[in-house]
């Protein structure tokens, strides 16, 4: 088990982790990310704007987030009792918000009065539209074409934010095109525009940064977790993609005797070829500004994810994860979309609770291995969103068997 | 004296300035680009800077991305744009700069891309996504300085920074023009002047600049302030214009002759 004294304070001044991380972007966007790096350190050390952010997650945001004690859920799997770190129930419905509140009072502390951010599943996209509308700031967000016409109901709630949405048709029209699209624009408008990057991964000081900023997941299931226990939990579990609601609820526990599980999208299975699985199955390698794992062929091109949950569709993983792998601090697991779906079920059934699909990838998990251990260990789910955005796509796959795997 | 610095010898002698040309490597196909950099070296232009194709070129706009897309699609690996740089050196000297993401090199082994570059005639490299912070991993695993690295200035680099740049590139500095992506417009010449000045005073290398230069009258407006101009997207998008043209390296050539003749008028 890794602790402190081996962990220790990460990333390094230069933005790496280990050997993961770091600024690989065009010198057209290196001031800026300097700039940001030194604004955050400032803002990150000044007791105003941290004062700020905590009554914005709390008057604004809804925290803290509930942990719910999933009694028919734990029964179901017959083993580990299972809570559900309730991040669903953040304003907007997921996670992002905690970020994307924090990124954008950070722009309004630089002066910056425009912002552009990437989405995929949209659950980053009306996040930072929603921030942007609190600040009153200009907002554009790029989607790929797919992602458009698969999460319809949150390109409306961007629009009506007032967020400019700018459908992304290069490449397969999902994430990664997305992301390639923001950066684009970004080089273009790197004076007055800030960008705001939806996981821990990017060109640091994001990983960073994000992880900061969604720390507040983890640091509030832990007093929940004691509180309600009296111990710490003895697993935590979360979906993985970019991997920031993972990053939020693993990093206060990086130094305690807590096992940590990522659970990332194998789509129609690993042995497919089809799938989103970058720690279980990609290779090392630099893409959108950070070194970390890709799913990339021999020569160095990114291959295509897959996933029936478009947050999940990534090729890439925040760098910080990829030293959690090779440090065995943390696991990474996959789960099919049959199974995400199948969890999504039974959630929605035995608890009155309708998961993000991205969440019910962790609950899937967290359903084998609740299984596999007794009744008096804990396991800690994150369950990072809610599912409204998903519904056409759950409801289309469940009426369609074949497409269930 | 390497390559480069003896081409910006001679220019300098002939009171010339750069025509740098980028092309994708292997667009639209291995062979057909081929005969487009033979065509571009027939028209004197002084510098080839040849693109690796990579899926996905984020500092780079649509047209590039375009050509990226058609070489990959033909089969275009790093390896194959070293056999084509071998090719090449065997009907032209011009310096061959790789200009490269990095992935494609990391993936490709850095010692091995090193021996094997040199091997192939290359003369420089220039990787858009490797800041002076991140290349001593690319350097460092290399046994020579036979390959000059070239670095990118951009608009928004403050004095500080740009000496430090300065201090690590050799062969040339590469300006870009504007603060934007490869191809998009908006060229300001009078931004150009200013930081190519303030460039000049920091160091002794040539200045080449591009970014969003496509026409003649550009060219020749550029190479006023420079020692070299680079024109990519538009010879890209000659050859995307003209996929099917029998003549495609020829009107490569027509329009690349027109370039170089731009920079000979300022001398």
Redesign the interface.
Known sequence: MTTAATYGPLPDRRGHFGPYGGQYVAETLMPALLELEAAYREAKGDPAFQASFQELLAQYAGRPTPLFSARRLTASAGGAKIYLKREDLAHTGAHKINNTLGQVLLADWMGKRKVIAETGAGQHGVATATAAALFGMECKIFMGTEDVRRQAPNVQRMRLLGAEVVPVASGTGTLKDAMNEAMRYWVGAVRDTFYVIGSVAGPHPYPMMVRDFQRVIGDETRRQILDREGRLPDVLIACVGGGSNAMGLFYPFLDDPVEMIGVEAAGHGIESGKHAATLGAGTVGVLHGSKSYLLQDSGGQIQEAHSISAGLDYPGVGPEHALLKEQGRARYESIRDGEALDAFSKLSRLEGIIPALESAHAVAWALKEAARRPADQVIVVNLSGRGDKDLAIVAAALEMPDTKD | MSRIQETFGQLMARHEKALVAFVTAGDPDPARSLEVIEALCDAGVDILELGVP?????????VI?RSSGRA?AAGM???RVLEMTEKIRRFSQVPIVLFS????????GLDRFYREAVASGADGVLV????P??SDEMTSRWEGNALDVI????????ME?MKR?AAEASGFLYL?SM???TG?GGLDLDEVSEVAGCLRSVSPLPICVGFGISTPEQTARVAGMADGVVVGSAFERVIEDNLDDPNLAGRVGTFAGALKEATRLVG
């Open positions: 990579f899926s996905d070129p984020t500092a780079d706009g649509p991305q990959l690996t790093l390896a993401y990095y992935n494609p090199i990391l993936a490709y858009v996504d490797l800041p912070e991140e670095r990118l200035v951009a608009p928004t680099t403050p920074r740049i870009v603060t934007g992506v998009s």
